[in-house]
């Protein structure tokens, strides 16, 4: 099932760790329309603007997948309106940079990128169909700090 023109369901449903431990990782409904709200005002933006192919690093999860990575317990991972990201060749810092700047988001948390490395980490962004905060983020895995 095709969200929108460079991503598909199955992109966010792959989860080697619900593979392997036999876990249903399928959304409902509401998960696959905020996924599509997601690709249509996020990730295929970042696809047309940069040229650049890339898949989620984590898409959807389950409730169970979620508990089982211990992810937390509000993620919006399990409601279909987050993703982890990175796109090859690119600095995640640029990247965090460019969303803020140039999308509608709820969340963006630059996770475990480590200045003068450019490819650490990865970009955890966030659509809500109802209510974008624009919270812009850094999280080094033990604090989040505002980024402005």
Same mark, same amino acid.
């Given at each position: 099932m095709?969200l929108s023109? %460079?991503?598909?369901l /199955?992109e ?8 392997r431990l036999?876990?249903?990782?399928? =959304?409902? +409904?509401t998960?696959?329309? %905020?996924l599509?709200?997601?690709?249509? %005002? #996020? *990730?295929?933006p970042?696809?047309d603007?940069?040229?650049?192919p890339f898949? =989620?690093n ?6 169970? *997948?979620n508990?089982?990575?211990g992810?937390?317990k509000t993620?919006?991972h399990?409601?279909g309106?987050a #993703?982890?990201? /990175?796109v090859p060749? +690119?600095?995640n *810092?640029e *990247?965090? %940079?460019?969303c803020s700047? +140039?999308l509608?988001?709820d969340?963006?948390?630059? /996770?475990f990128?480590?200045?003068?490395? =450019?490819?650490?980490?990865w #970009?955890h962004?966030?659509y809500?169909v109802?209510?974008?905060?624009k919270k812009?983020l850094?999280?080094d895995g033990k604090q989040?700090k505002e980024?402005?």
């Open positions: 095709k023109e %460079n991503f598909s /199955e966010f449903t792959k989860s080697q760790t619900a593979t036999g876990i249903e990782n399928n =959304p409902d +409904m998960a696959i329309l %905020n599509t709200a997601l690709c249509k %005002n #996020v *990730l295929q970042i696809r603007n940069f040229g650049i898949t =989620p984590s898409g959807y999860r389950s409730p169970e *997948l508990t089982k990575i992810g937390s993620s919006q399990c409601k309106q #993703v982890d990201i /990175e060749t +690119m600095s *810092l *990247l965090a %940079n460019w700047a +140039m509608e988001f969340q963006i948390i630059l /996770e990128y480590k200045e003068g490395e =450019p490819s650490s980490g #970009v962004i966030s809500n109802e209510n974008n905060r812009y850094s999280f989040y980024i402005k």
